[in-house]
C-alpha cells in the first residue's frame, strides 16, 4: 500500500514509521517545512525512545513531504487542541488536512482519522470536506476513524501492543483498516462505528480525569478531619473492587485534561465531567493556598517549582498544573524560580537545581519525576532563605528532609496541621 501520514508529530511519526517498517510505501506529510526537511536529511525532530531505530528500519520505505500525493491511503495526525473560549476541539487542522485530501481521492481508498475529535466530527465534519471529490464516502472510498492511546515515553512499543479500536462508516471500512493495521499492531483489534470509536476514545480519558477529581476532593475533605488521604487511599484499596487513583495539584497534558471538554461539548448533560475538570483545574489554586499559609509572615517570598512537565518522568509541560500555579503566584507577588531537569521549553527560565533554590523560601513539588527522591536536603537547605517544602505528590522522603531542618506539608494530610 501507499499510505500518506498527514501530520508527523508524537503520533503521526512513530506510526508512519511503524507502517513503512511493515513493508509499506510512505510518504510523511506536514505543513512544517523544517520538520519535513530535517526528516529528508536523516535527522529526528523530537527524541522518543525507539525512535532512532525505528526510523534506521524505516528509511528506505519513508520519505517527508509538505505536499499530499495520491495514495491508497490517507492518514490523519494532526493536533485537535481545546479551543479556550468555547471549551470545544479546535478541528481547523483536521479540516485543513481534509482539504488537502480530497484533491487526490481515487476510487477505493481509505482515509483514516486518528486525531482525538469529539464525536460524529468524523461524519459530520471529514465526509462533507473529503466528499468535495465528487467520491461517495462507504460507497466509493472508505473512512474510518481510528484512535490512539499510546503514551509518551512508551508510544512505540504502546503502538505496536496496545488493543485498538477502529470504528468504519461501514463494517467494510472497518475490516479493511483492521486489515492494514494488523501489519504492526500485536494487541487485539476491535471494530465498531466511528462514532462509538470517537466517544471510546473520549471517555477513557474522562474516566480518568474523574477519578482524580474524585481523590483531590477527598484530599481537601481528609485535610479538614485532620485524616491522611495519603494513608486512607492505601487503605481503601485493600477493598477488593475499590481502586483509587493518586491526587496531586492538578492535571495536565494533551489528553486527560482536554478530552472530557470534547464529551460534552455537544450533550445538555455532563455535569459530573464538567466538575472534575473544574475540580481538577483548581488544584493549584488549592496548592497556592497551602503555600501561602507556609509563608504567612514572610517578606517578598520566592518559591521553587520542582517540575514543571505535566506528569512524572517526562519532559512534556503541554497543558501543565505547573504554569497555573506560576502564574497565580506571580499574581500573589510572589517570585518564582523553576527547575526540571527533564523538560526542555518552557514559559519561564529552566535553572539548574542550584539556582532554583538558591535564596528561596519554599520548594513546591508539582511533579513527580523520579530523580527528585535522590535530592540532598543538607545542600538544598544551605542554598535557601527559609526551609520549607509543600510536596504536592508525596514523594520525597519527609523524615530525611525533617531531619534537614525543613517544615514539610503533604498535600492530602491533615494529620500534619
Ligand atoms: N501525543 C500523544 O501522546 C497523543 C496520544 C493520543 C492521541 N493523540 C492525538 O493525536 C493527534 C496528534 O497529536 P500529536 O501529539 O502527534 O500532535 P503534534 O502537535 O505533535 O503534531 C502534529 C503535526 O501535525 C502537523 N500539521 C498540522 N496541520 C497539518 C496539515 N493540515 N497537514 C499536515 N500536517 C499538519 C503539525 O505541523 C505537527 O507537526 C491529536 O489529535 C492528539 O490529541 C496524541
Not at 462505528?193 to 474523574?210: G, M, P, S
Amino acid at each position: 500500500m501507499k499510505i500518506s501520514v498527514l501530520g508527523l508529530g508524537y503520533i503521526g511519526l512513530p506510526t508512519a514509521l511503524l507502517f513503512a517498517s511493515a513493508g509499506h510505501e510512505v510518504v510523511g506529510v506536514d505543513i512544517d517545512k523544517r520538520k519535513v526537511d530535517l526528516l529528508n536529511s536523516g535527522k529526528l525532530p523530537f527524541q522518543e525512545p525507539g525512535l532512532e531505530e525505528l526510523f534506521e528500519k524505516a528509511r528506505d520505505n519513508f520519505r517527508a513531504s509538505t505536499q499530499v500525493e495520491e495514495s491508497d491511503v490517507f492518514l490523519i495526525a494532526v493536533p485537535t487542541p481545546l479551543d479556550l473560549q468555547t471549551k470545544a476541539a479546535d478541528l481547523k487542522y483536521v479540516k485543513s488536512a481534509a482539504e488537502m485530501i480530497w484533491l487526490h481521492l481515487k476510487k477505493g481508498n481509505l482515509v483514516i482519522l486518528e486525531s482525538t475529535v469529539s464525536p460524529r466530527t468524523t461524519e459530520r465534519l471529514l465526509i462533507p470536506i473529503l466528499e468535495k471529490s465528487g467520491l461517495k464516502a462507504g460507497t466509493d472510498f472508505y473512512v474510518v476513524h481510528c484512535p490512539e492511546r499510546a503514551i509518551p515515553g512508551k508510544t512505540i512499543h504502546e503502538m505496536i501492543h496496545n488493543d485498538r479500536i477502529i470504528g468504519g462508516i461501514t463494517p467494510e471500512s472497518a475490516e479493511l483498516a483492521k486489515e492494514l493495521y494488523s501489519s504492526f499492531v500485536k494487541g487485539n483489534i476491535y471494530v465498531t462505528n466511528a462514532t462509538t470509536a470517537e466517544f471510546v476514545k473520549l471517555i477513557e480519558n474522562t474516566y480518568r480525569d474523574v477519578n482524580i477529581a474524585l481523590v483531590n476532593e477527598l484530599a481537601l475533605i481528609a485535610e479538614e478531619y485532620g485524616i491522611n488521604v495519603w494513608e486512607a487511599i492505601e487503605l481503601a484499596n485493600k477493598h477488593p473492587r475499590v481502586n483509587l487513583h493518586r491526587p496531586g495539584p492538578g492535571v495536565g497534558g494533551h489528553c486527560i485534561a482536554i478530552d472530557p471538554w470534547f464529551v460534552i461539548q455537544n450533550s445538555s448533560n455532563g455535569r459530573l465531567i464538567a466538575l472534575a475538570r473544574h475540580i481538577n483545574d483548581t488544584m493549584p489554586n488549592y496548592t497556592l493556598r497551602k503555600v501561602r499559609e507556609m509563608l504567612k509572615g514572610v517578606e517578598y517570598p520566592t518559591v521553587t517549582v520542582l517540575g514543571v512537565a505535566y506528569k512524572g518522568n517526562v519532559g512534556d509541560a503541554r497543558e501543565t498544573p505547573a504554569l497555573r500555579f506560576i502564574k497565580l503566584a506571580e499574581n500573589e507577588g510572589f517570585k518564582v524560580k523553576v527547575y526540571d531537569p527533564l523538560v526542555k521549553e518552557f514559559e519561564y527560565p529552566l535553572l539548574s537545581l542550584e539556582e532554583a533554590v538558591k535564596d528561596s523560601d519554599c520548594i513546591v513539588v508539582i511533579t513527580d519525576h523520579e530523580v527528585f527522591k535522590f535530592l540532598d536536603p543538607e545542600k538544598i537547605g544551605q542554598l535557601m532563605r527559609h526551609k520549607f517544602v509543600f510536596d504536592g505528590r508525596n514523594i520525597l522522603d519527609h523524615e530525611k528532609w525533617k531531619k534537614a531542618g525543613f517544615k514539610i506539608k503533604v498535600l492530602g494530610n491533615g494529620k500534619e496541621r
